[in-house]
């Protein structure tokens, strides 16, 4: 960030000085929550970075991915960009909203957080990617999941319970952002690489040659 561009804090949100010359709009975001602060500070840095360092300006309207979610900013009758996002459960702009970065926030700090305990490298999916559940994922149940290489419309997550037999005609295809919604314990995995197993039974996350062989090979 540049010397003369300044993130100010009011309350609960916070609202960059200085952008005016290189953006046409200040950017504004805010959280529902003290402890969100700090990542909705990260967020806007990221904004900033954006403007000032990769010198695409961000127009109202225009979505931007953070990680596995995205944000978007509408402008205000002040003049800031607000930044608001679709509601956890649908990844669509324009369907259902909420104002605010909370679940940006939340989903980046949860799926580093876990990237970093185990050393291996953030690499989120899209929302509107799919994954492979089976019975049971929806219900609450304990779960497995390994990630593999996959096509771009796929997030490469498969996620089973012990309900699952060993009948793939059994198993579904569902966006991540409805599983997310159902189960938002299971958000903090998703962005482990392909080749990676995590289980919530065993509170176990472990890389698996033998599934990023079989992804490689396709």
Known sequence: MTATIKIIKNGLSLHTSGLLDSNGHELRATVSQPRLLAGCENFLCHAIERITIKHRPIEPDDPIRYGYWATCGALAADGYLDFHEPVP??????????????ACVTYWEEQHATCRSVQAVFTPPGPEQLIVISDGVYEGDEVQGVRYASPPHMSGWWITTDRYDDDIASLKTVHACHVTAARPELARYLALPPGWRFDTAWNDIAF??????LGQEG
Not at 89 to 102: R, Y
Not at 208 to 213: G, K, L, T
């Open 89 to 102: 459960a649908c990844p669509t702009f324009g369907l259902e909203e909420q104002s605010g970065v909370d």
């Open 208 to 213: 698996d040659p033998e599934a990023s062989r």
